[in-house]
């Protein structure tokens, strides 16, 4: 598959899925208010787990190392 190829499957899949939030949005608002709390809560620990840990410690520097903050 060519560069424009892979570019216009993602753009068409993208607006597909907007489309179809949007549409679950309108249409289906109460079932997805009473999600939203949980999708809250499960992103936290994916966010961790996809951002690969903690933000501000070094790798060379242990957890509550004492390294000089700026």
Do not use: K
Not at 12 to 36: N, P, Y
Request: glycine content about 12%; proline content about 4%; aromatic content about 4%.
């Amino acid at each position: 598959m060519t560069s424009l190829t892979r570019r216009t499957l993602w753009l068409v899949t993208a607006c597909v899925a907007a489309v179809a939030a949007v549409l679950l949005m309108t249409d289906h608002w109460a079932h997805v208010s009473g999600v939203l709390p949980y999708l809250l809560l499960l992103a936290c620990p994916l966010m961790h787990v996809l951002h690969g840990g903690h933000g501000g410690h070094s790798r060379s520097q242990p957890h509550g190392g004492g390294g000089s903050r700026h």
